[in-house]
């Protein structure tokens, strides 16, 4: 046995190393395999709360036609106020702001 072990030395070491090599990269393997399976599960919830999102989204793209319509009459009387403003003189909005705030 002595024999043995003295003339294969070489490659008892280099067995043994082969199988220490072997172990650390299944545990390698392991934990890999574990944080794919967190990062999978992340990626399912990430996926649902996407496709609520995208319910709430289609829901504000179909807004009610009379939420439109006074939100466009508001910005034609917004329009015209400020047309009005623009045209306006110095003087005219010297008296304006006189008489509104006496």
């Known amino acids: 046995m002595m024999n043995f072990i003295k003339k294969y030395w070489f490659l008892i070491f ?3 190393v082969l199988i220490i090599i072997l172990f650390l990269s299944q545990k390698n393997i392991a934990e890999m395999q574990k944080k ?3 990062k999978n599960a992340k990626i399912e919830v990430l ?4 496709v ?17 319509k006074e939100i466009d009459t ?11 403003v623009d045209t306006m003189s110095v003087s005219d909005m010297q008296d304006f702001f006189a008489k509104r705030y006496n």
């Open 47 to 50: 996926e649902s709360q996407l």
């Open 74 to 84: 508001i910005r034609i009387k917004a329009d015209e106020n400020i047309k009005y």
């Open 36 to 38: 794919i399976d967190d």
């Open 14 to 16: 280099l067995l043994i």
């Open 52 to 68: 609520k999102n995208l319910k709430i989204i289609d829901s504000l793209e179909t807004l009610d036609p009379v939420i439109v």
